[in-house]
Every structure is written in C-alpha cells, then in structure tokens.
C-alpha cells in the first residue's frame, strides 16, 4: 500500500490567483496521477505525472493551466493556475503501485 | 474509448436492507474492475476489485462479479449498516489505455437506522 499527504487539504482562493497543492507519498513511485472532481460529479484525469519526463496532460487540460512538477519518486505537485470559480473541486493524487490505485484526501479549493 | 455507466442516487435504504448498485462498462481491451467508496470527508478508498471475467471481488460484506457477458460488475451488499453510507465509484483499468482508471459518476448511499 501507499500513504499519500496532500497539503493544503482546503482553501480559498480569489479569482486570478494561482495556488500549488503538493502531493508526498511514503515510498517511491514511478507513476503519479492527478484528478479533479468537481461538486457531485465523478473524478477526471487531469495529466499523469512521471519522474524525469513532462507530464502528459488528458484531452481539455493544459500544462499552462496545471502545471505540475515530479523532482522525485516520493513527490509532485500540481498547480491551479489563474483561477476562476469554475476551478473550484477536489484536486486529488493518486499513485500505482503493486497493481492499485491509492488516493490521497485531497484538496477541496473554493474560488471566489 | 472506455466508459462507466452506474446508477444514479442518491439511494436511500434501511439498515439490514439489501444494497445494489448497478455498474456497466464499455473497454477496447481486457479491463479490470473496481470499486471506490469515498466516505463522507475522506478520500477514496478502493473497496474491492476483479481482474478478469468471472472473478469475485469481496471485501466488508460488499461483493462484485466480473460479467463479461453482460459488460457489468454490479455491486451487493446483503445488509447495509449506516457506516456504508457514503459515496461509491466503479472503475476500470485497461491496459490498452495505459491502465488509466476510468471512472463512474459515482453513486451516494444513505444509510438510515
């Protein structure tokens, strides 16, 4: 299994800022993922997350809206860019290790 | 591309009630399945999963059937507590598709005494 620490776990933020959630995990991993989910609906993939390489980003998600870093096996974040109220969601991390999936809290963002 | 398709809730039951939640899924390849719950204020959790047609995953008194024929992998529980309530995702992951998990609209359970 894997533990996953997400910071911040919530906040709020307004309109135009930019805010980067970080994601640690307590082991090393090759693959890291970032999803979205938005109020009462399922999770999208927003971009995996591989390290030493650019992270490949899902069909209508951008590297200039969510950029996302990975300097190691145990660490990424991912950044909200320019935010507007339509960004508000749970951005979660998740990563693959022995065949599953495992989440992390995430981190519920309000925009105003 | 693949999708998952589940019923929609809220479902509201009574404790010792039987629970169903309807999942079935559209894959180019050989998915494997899976169930998320997500409960009230957490993150998700994978509650069991079923890696080829036929098997059973199980886990908490929750059962799933992988049914390639019918494309489903619907979920049961033969009494549900109020601690089941909470938020369920079916999932797949195909290997095609670089074993991305895809994911349902999710279904919310409310358990009452």
């Known amino acids: 299994s894997a533990v996953i620490s997400q910071k911040p776990s919530r906040d709020i933020c307004q309109r135009g800022t930019s805010l980067t959630i970080q994601c640690q995990v307590d082991s090393q991993v090759t693959m890291m993922f970032w999803y979205r989910q938005q109020p009462g609906q399922s999770l999208t993939l927003i971009a995996t997350a591989n390290q030493g390489s650019e992270a490949t980003y899902e069909s209508g998600f951008v590297i200039d809206k969510f950029p996302i870093s990975r300097p190691n096996l145990t660490f990424s974040t991912l950044t909200v860019s320019n935010m507007s109220p339509e960004d508000s969601s749970i951005y979660l991390c998740?990563?693959?290790?022995?065949?599953?999936?495992?989440f992390g809290e995430g981190s519920r963002l309000t925009v105003l | 591309g693949n999708s998952v398709t589940q019923m929609e809730g809220p479902v509201t039951l009574s404790e010792e009630a039987f629970l169903t939640i309807n999942c079935t899924y559209t894959?180019?390849?050989?998915?494997?399945l899976f169930w998320y719950v997500q409960y009230p204020g957490e993150g998700l959790q994978l509650l069991l999963k079923a890696t080829k047609a036929d098997d059973k995953g199980s886990n908490k008194g929750f059962e799933a059937t992988y049914r390639k024929e019918t494309t489903s992998f619907h979920l049961e529980k033969g009494s549900v507590q109020v601690s089941d309530s909470a938020v369920y995702f079916c999932a797949l992951s195909d290997l095609a598709a670089g074993n991305k998990l895809t994911f349902g609209g999710g279904t919310r359970v409310l358990v009452k005494p």
């Open positions: 998740s990563v693959s290790t022995t065949g599953e999936l495992f």
């Open positions: 894959a180019t390849g050989y998915p494997s």
